[in-house]
């Protein structure tokens, strides 16, 4: 048990470092450093005294809690990811492109590009569907993320006039809010594009914003860094739940 703890605590540091390396704009990297902490220190205290009583409880109750809290992320990963293969229909009224990490430099991160990627092959593919692009200016972005985001698109082709823009908002929530100034909540067909592993949260929030025709479009992510983004998944439900959000 202490061996397994301490590969599994080498194995978390090592990954929130790679994830910390990427300059994604968070901080939630931070969570593996604490996973390994809670590995390592049990692990590495049961292997220098190992007839040590006081050694042994911690090891094994460091054991319980992370295998209780690996099976609860678990579960609610594989809620999350069901929500990733819905295909939206064609044609539709609206597009939400939901924001993400704008680099220094004023070009999309991966993520946010992944997005755009999907929002403009089904905008090639559906030319009287309406885009809106959705986020704010954070305190590290040197421009909106709508603003990044519309001048990505047009870049691309899309005419300026199949684009409007919400800038204000800084969460998901206030994404679907604020968008709803440009389209008909109750009656028009609205595809969400966003991450597949933020396809979930997303489609909860706009059911619990009165979105009533949505569909989700799922833009494709890097296996490398899903753990990651699904535990920050976790975090997100638990606090939009906790908030009324969805």
Same mark, same amino acid.
């Given at each position: 048990?202490? /061996?397994?703890?301490?590969?599994?605590?080498? /194995?978390? /540091? &090592?990954y929130g470092a790679s994830i910390m390396l990427v300059n994604s704009g968070t901080s939630l990297f931070a969570i593996w450093y604490v996973i390994a902490a809670l590995c390592l220190f049990p692990g590495i205290a049961h292997t220098l005294l190992p007839t040590n009583a006081l050694a042994g409880g911690f090891c094994l109750a460091a054991f319980i809690l992370l295998a209780v809290v690996a099976l609860v992320f678990l579960c609610m990963s594989a809620r999350i990811m069901r929500a990733?293969?819905?295909?939206?229909? /064609?044609g539709l009224d609206y597009l939400l492109v939901l924001g993400a990490q704008v680099r220094p430099d004023g070009n999309p991160s991966v993520v946010l590009r992944n997005r755009l990627e999907a929002a403009l092959a089904?905008?090639?593919? #559906?030319?009287t569907t309406h885009t809106i692009v959705c986020g704010g200016k954070g305190s590290n972005e040197p421009i909106s993320e709508a603003a990044c985001m519309a001048h990505?698109?047009?870049? @691309?082709?899309? &005419?300026?006039?199949r684009i409007s823009r919400e800038d204000r908002s800084t969460t998901t929530a206030e994404n679907i809010r604020f968008a709803q100034r440009f389209f008909d909540a109750a009656h028009a067909r609205v595809g969400i594009v966003t991450n597949n592993f933020h396809v979930y949260r997303a489609m909860r929030i706009a059911a619990a914003a009165d979105v009533s025709h949505a569909?989700?479009?799922?833009?494709?992510?890097?296996?490398?860094?899903?753990? =990651? #983004?699904?535990? @920050?998944?976790?975090?997100?439900?638990?606090? =939009?739940?906790?908030r009324g959000t969805m």
């Open positions: 048990m202490a /061996a397994l703890l301490i590969v599994l605590g080498i /194995a978390s /540091a &090592a990733t293969s819905a295909t939206p229909p /064609a089904y905008l090639a593919e #559906n030319p990505w698109l047009e870049e @691309r082709g899309v &005419a300026p006039s569909w989700g479009v799922s833009a494709h992510s890097i296996a490398w860094y899903l753990p =990651n #983004n699904l535990l @920050r998944e976790c975090f997100g439900i638990i606090k =939009n739940t906790w």
